[in-house]
């Protein structure tokens, strides 16, 4: 079984920065895709940003001001935010998807991360 756990999130004013760490343990033996989602209260999760191999890929609503980063040497992802605005409060997830030690695929998320700017 993987596990998955974020940090980092808070409270921050309009403008500011947080960066969110995740890191996944368990019996890895790859990672594939590894991403961050978000879910407002009363709408639908939504991407926020996937990092895949050497690709990344963000929601329209923050590129150019969000960046994903992830180590592969320890099983963890990163997303630093910047330029926050309150349209972005929000539970952050992580998802993260792979193979076991025994090659079986899994696909994990973590309990989530509070994320709140005030204006």
């Known amino acids: 079984q993987v596990q998955v756990v974020e940090s980092g999130g808070g409270l921050v004013q309009a403008g500011g920065s947080l960066r969110l760490s995740c890191a996944a343990s368990?019996?890895?033996?790859?990672?594939?895709?590894m991403g961050w989602y978000r879910q407002a209260p009363g709408k639908q999760r939504e991407s926020v940003a996937v990092?895949?191999?050497?690709?990344?890929d963000y929601a329209d609503s923050v590129k150019a001001r969000f960046t994903i980063a992830r180590d592969n040497a320890k099983n963890s992802v990163y997303l630093q935010m910047e330029s926050l605005k309150p349209e972005d409060t929000a539970v952050y997830y992580c998802?993260?998807?792979?193979?076991?030690?025994?090659?079986?695929?899994?696909?994990?998320w973590g309990q989530g991360t509070q994320v709140t700017v005030s204006s």
């Open positions: 990092i895949a191999g050497g690709s990344t």
């Open positions: 998802n993260v998807q792979g193979r076991t030690a025994w090659g079986m695929r899994f696909d994990s």
């Open positions: 368990g019996r890895i033996a790859s990672m594939n895709a």
